[in-house]
């Protein structure tokens, strides 16, 4: 079904077309007579020897639908029902913010590929947290990440603060929270990955989870960009500070060896999808050889088959997330690749 009416949405421009087909989604699973229980049918995927458990939390299945999909959290119950293990909303800011002028979103249909440069936008945490308290109210076997990120007008000296005031509101209706500082859609933000700035940016976060009587799993998403250098410096963070572990990888800026048009790869923002693939996975391996797998992966960057998914759990990762592979093949992407796990 998807093969049919993926080139009627490629039309049109993506971002208005992903909009268009979560709201019709959340329709359906909402209001459609039997809506759950036809997109359970068809995409969930419930078989035993796929749960893991990661960083504490027990997880129904490994693959997850990475941040950037449903920023607001407006839809996680309909995305839930098509076999998603888990759900990574945000990045959320303390602010609402719109985000860069659009148009911000581009396919590269020649390489199965997007760019993007959202830039963040989203209704603020205050809305996030209370739509996500409202849905643990009602469904608490949902597992929901926090990924939390910093306003655009807030300098990078006072960044600690944005990301103090996510966490503490989301404390109480996320599984575990992940802390983007590799996003190259907001100025600056890549330099909060440099060791000083990353230390105290993490250490203050941890030792505020620490108050807590029960903890959240604190991630780092990182860019594909890094060199080995700097890659050993985030080992040597994760270990230091004493977070959960980290999501490799974020988008890449780098844009060599595509396929598309001149115009498109041109196109400001984050590359994902195929052109990814190996080098994310090439970041995993490297981090858990480099760690001796002292801490969780999750893995995400160009997952567009089952093999791609388990190119990444071998390299070392323990769980893994979609997003463009996702748009490209569809839905039915998460139960190929939980059919090829188990």
Same mark, same amino acid.
């Given at each position: 079904m998807y093969r049919l009416i993926k080139p009627l949405f490629f039309q049109f421009d993506p971002e208005k077309v992903h909009h268009f087909v979560v709201k019709q989604l959340k329709w359906f699973n909402d209001h459609f007579p039997m809506g759950k229980t036809i997109l359970r049918s068809s995409f969930d995927v419930n078989i035993k020897g796929l749960e893991r458990e990661v960083f504490g939390i027990k997880f129904r299945n490994p693959v997850g639908l990475a941040a950037g999909f449903d920023k607001n959290g407006e839809y996680i119950e309909a995305l839930s029902n098509l076999g998603f293990g888990f759900i990574e909303v945000g990045t959320v800011t303390p602010l609402p913010q719109p985000g860069n002028d659009a148009p911000r979103m581009f396919r590269l249909q020649d390489d199965s590929a997007i760019i993007n440069r959202m830039g963040f936008n989203n209704k603020g945490v205050d809305t996030l947290a209370e739509r996500l308290r409202l849905l643990k109210a009602k469904d608490k076997s949902? &597992?929901?990440?926090? !990924? +939390?990120? =910093? !306003? =655009?007008?807030?300098? !990078?000296?006072?960044?600690?603060?944005? @990301?103090? =005031?996510?966490?503490?509101? /989301?404390?109480?209706? &996320?599984? @575990?929270? *992940?802390? !983007?500082?590799?996003?190259p859609n907001t100025p600056g933000l890549r330099e909060l990955q440099e060791k000083a700035p990353l230390m105290n940016l993490l250490n203050t976060l941890q030792q505020r989870n620490l108050t807590h009587s029960l903890q959240r799993p604190i991630l780092l998403k990182i860019a594909p960009d890094l060199t080995n250098e700097q890659l050993?410096? +985030? *080992?040597? +963070?994760? /270990?230091?500070t004493g977070i959960a572990g980290v999501i490799a990888t974020n988008t890449t800026i780098d844009k060599s060896g595509l396929n598309s048009p001149a115009e498109l790869k041109a196109e400001a923002g984050g590359l994902s999808g195929k052109p990814l693939t190996t080098r994310s996975t090439e970041v995993i391996r490297y981090i858990s050889t480099k760690s001796k797998k002292a801490f969780p992966i999750i893995g995400v960057g160009g997952i567009h088959s089952p093999q791609d998914a388990k190119d990444k759990l071998e390299a070392g990762a323990s769980l893994v997330q979609l997003y463009t592979g996702f748009i490209y093949e569809g839905p039915g992407i998460v139960k190929r690749i939980c059919k090829e796990l188990v």
């Open positions: 949902i &597992v929901i990440g926090g !990924n +939390i990120g =910093k !306003n =655009k007008n807030t300098p !990078n000296e006072d960044a600690v603060s944005d @990301y103090i =005031k996510c966490f503490d509101r /989301l404390f109480d209706v &996320v599984d @575990y929270f *992940v802390v !983007n500082v590799s996003s050993d410096d +985030i *080992v040597e +963070i994760v /270990l230091e």
